[in-house]
DNA sequence: CTGTTAGCGCGTTCAG
DNA sequence: CTGAACGCGCTAACAG
């Protein structure tokens, strides 16, 4: 559809393509008055460089795979942004593949991914995906896992520490004095319910006074239920939900009862979602540092595409922090 | 570092490059038994084409750009995940960008999609950039335009109509009698907040009787100091604010003043942001086909790019609708 | 510092 | 229906 693209320029410029390439490329490599005329040329003659032929002939290709389960949770919009901003910034196109969880979706994504030969990936595996890896590295993929671990990956990761965001809320909850505590959790396949979970047992003074709630979807809809079953059943008005979503349904199902939250009970969330957390009455949460995982993953498989085989993988573990809000104040 | 691909298979097959091109790409040419002999060679030696070969060998490449101001807003993060479902679904990949309405960093997204040579790009464009657009469609990219409209595009597009919308929001809470309204607003600047604002104006009887708050940022921190302000000037107890962010906010500004919503106020919201709604008082609002908006982009992109020359633009505008919930329940 | 040259892996003519 | 050959636009040596 254009002309032949560098050698046009090459021509116009009178110069060789070594020398046009070579000014994209290694711009230090030529003489500055021939660097010069070479970019004038380029833009009067609209030069737009083909990246799939640089990527045929190279064998790289700058472009990094991102692999979450779903945008609209809050979590991985967060995480996925800022991997598109730090990836943007560097020079990496960004390729993204929304999963939905689904193996065989997840499976089409890598072999998208293979075909492109993406000099790198990052990924929310899916439970069932680790031998899968495997295919995308044989075509030179680099992966960074996040926030979900895989047994079988033995590559560079970053997470946040959530045995400690669970002893976090429950040390604040606890703090007043009293060991009664309500735990409001998903279900404990899933890693990061069970670490939160740890959490908190391995904080409470008696493991015994911790009464839990298990709930498959961590929705909204389950918090209610869950909420009206604490006001009935008089387990203890302190109350962690293991995510935001959770806790602001315990809220409102413990309002349909008659419980008003801070006064009559204390609730604290977990993933500081923005949305969640400036409802009617705010909520108290551990954030994780969304961006910053999202950075340091791009950084990850950058270096790791960089260094090549002189490589050490390594696993960043990010700790989360107390945001205190109205819905469980200090001391409460 | 794989094998030399395509000519690798064919070798071990039996056969010609061609027959093994024409398998992957017009199976009908190839006979039944030949193109199972072939299918299982790919499999057995764990064949993956090569995309970066393919595109530059025929120009273009399945690839279309998905540009968005950001993703932590629900909204762009619905419309995003729905294109990339879609897009993946027949076969292409996305290149997400995140432009932050930042004219440079969208320029930038704008060249590394004219390199890719995607075939399709779509866009939510920052005011400015309606010249820029010409760059890509330079290099054959196709182009459909989201839920912005800009001047100089004589291409596709996809939009909410947010006069209707205001209209719906507006009737609502008109709809038990009486003529005061107030509208707290974002800046006219921003093309929906002047819709939304228009379709408020036509459907109330007396406009004299709409009270106005305007706020720069539509935020909730926003909606709460306006909530107090509607509180203490006594402005209409029938609020609309044109997004959930604001009604959020207000709702509890109205709250801090000793208003309770719905009990001394009515509040209606727009957008359906999930988390938004779910808080502790549910809110009424103006529901957006987010999902619809994203897969009808990418049915425009896709039959732009098939049809060729043969196509006609058009512009699609999805009709919103009211959801109502607590904040504003029927009759109010 | 600049020019020459040889493919990267694949799609697509054309003959057979 | 299949096979042989050419070149897409560019990069990476190597010579000069």
């Known amino acids: 559809m254009k002309g032949i693209g560098l050698s046009r320029v090459a021509e116009a410029a009178g110069v060789s393509v070594a020398t046009v390439s070579n000014t994209i490329n290694r711009p230090h490599l030529v003489a500055t008055a021939t660097r010069e005329r070479v970019l004038q040329t380029m833009q009067r003659l609209d ?35 800022a991997i598109a901003v730090a990836a943007g910034r ?52 680099h992966l960074v896992l996040v926030d979900r671990v895989v047994d079988q990956h033995d590559g560079c990761a970053v997470a946040v520490d959530d045995v400690a965001g669970g002893a976090l809320a429950t040390r604040h909850l606890l703090s007043a004095g009293g060991e009664g505590l309500t735990l409001v959790n998903g279900p404990v396949s899933i890693p990061q319910c069970r670490d939160r979970r740890r959490g908190v047992l391995d904080t409470a003074a008696d493991r015994s006074a911790v009464i839990e709630f298990t709930s498959p979807h ?107 809000r109205e819905s469980a104040p200090l001391g409460s």
Chains 1, 2 share one sequence.
Do not use: W
Not at 58 to 78: D, R, T, W
Not at 246 to 261: K, S
């Open 47 to 81: 030069f737009v460089p083909n990246r799939a032929a640089a990527t045929l002939r190279s064998g790289s290709n700058k472009l990094l795979g991102v692999v979450v389960p779903e945008l609209v949770n809050p979590f991985y919009a967060a995480i996925t942004e």
């Open 90 to 141: 560097r020079g990496y196109a960004v390729a993204l593949c929304v999963s939905h969880d689904d193996a065989a979706v997840e499976l089409s994504h890598f072999e998208m991914l293979a075909e492109q030969r993406a000099a790198g990936a990052i990924v929310v595996p899916y439970s069932a995906s680790g031998p899968r890896l495997r295919q995308l590295r044989m075509v030179g993929t």
């Open 218 to 324: 961590m929705t909204v809809d389950e918090g209610v239920r869950i909420g009206r079953e604490i006001a009935d059943s008089g387990a203890p008005r302190r109350v962690f939900c293991t995510n935001d979503q959770l806790a602001l349904g315990v809220i409102r199902g413990l309002r349909d009862r008659g419980l008003r939250t801070p006064l009559d009970a204390s609730v604290v969330g977990y993933g500081d979602l923005a949305l969640a957390v400036e409802g009617d009455t705010s909520i108290t949460t551990v954030a994780q540092p969304k961006a910053a995982l999202g950075a340091e993953a791009v950084t990850k498989v950058l270096s790791e595409i960089d260094e090549g085989d002189a490589h050490r993988h390594s696993t960043m573990i990010f700790e989360p922090h107390l945001v205190v």
